[in-house]
């Protein structure tokens, strides 16, 4: 069974519009988890990620994800998108010892003018 | 750059042939991870190393694969008789010391085609 689900592999976008990609956990992942981004031709970067304490975690480039414990969610949003954060986006989460990463399945995020 | 390397960024070879990368981590980093990402899907956790100790193996890495990281530093990732199935981005991350609070930086990956 997958362990991290991204509902969504592709969305598609106009500029300065509201996003949210979802990502879904089961029980077999650790409430640590994460958000990775991928543009183009680029390694994998941490965009944000939840351990405990605030249920809204925010990244510096106005991304924010919310832990939502009794709908096992982690959706990523952003109020207003712009071209340059057109890129994969990686939803992933702790599984079993060595806090090795199980990632989703990814979505990608098309910005268009 | 200081961050995660892998080399090389490219590999085509043909079925049958042995291929090996490697990867430096970020300096100080003691623990390392491979993963491998096929077309359309995300990474999959194949092995890591705390220090020179390699802790996990996932079911994926069959016994045509290797991985050594014999001095705690850069680590390489041997396929030997590659096949068709074995096409795909394989990267490497490290992080300091493991801690679930630990980030997990990645390099750019090597992409590997098998003809």
């Known amino acids: 069974a997958q362990s991290v689900t991204q509902l969504d592999s592709q969305v598609p976008v106009f500029e300065e519009a509201p996003v949210e990609l979802r990502c879904n956990y089961s029980s077999s992942v650790s409430v640590y988890l994460f958000w990775y981004v991928q543009y183009p031709n680029q390694g994998l970067q941490l965009l944000l990620k939840y351990l405990s304490g605030s249920t809204l975690v925010e990244s510096i480039n106005g991304f924010e994800a919310e832990f939502n414990k009794s709908q096992t969610s982690f959706h990523l949003r952003k109020p207003s998108v712009h071209i340059s954060d057109t890129a994969e986006y990686f939803c992933?989460?702790?599984?079993?010892?060595?806090?090795?990463?199980?990632f989703g399945t990814g979505t990608q995020l098309k910005v268009e003018l | 750059d200081t961050g995660v390397s892998q080399d090389p960024r490219h590999k085509i070879t043909k079925r049958g042939q042995n291929v090996t990368f490697r990867c430096d981590p970020i300096?100080?980093?003691?623990?390392l991870y491979w993963y491998r990402q096929t077309l359309g899907q995300g990474p999959e956790f194949l092995t890591y190393?705390?220090?020179?100790?390699?802790?996990?193996k996932s079911r994926l890495l069959s016994d045509r694969f290797s991985a050594e990281r014999p001095k705690g530093s850069f680590s390489t990732l041997e396929i030997q008789r590659t096949e068709q199935g074995d096409s795909a981005m394989y990267l490497c991350?490290?992080?300091?010391?493991?801690?679930?609070?630990?980030?997990?930086?990645f390099g750019p990956g090597t992409r590997l085609t098998v003809l």
């Open positions: 300096s100080e980093h003691n623990r």
């Open positions: 190393f705390q220090n020179e100790a390699q802790l996990e």
């Open positions: 992933a989460g702790i599984t079993g010892g060595g806090n090795k990463l199980t």
């Open positions: 991350a490290s992080s300091v010391s493991g801690g679930s609070e630990d980030e997990q930086f």
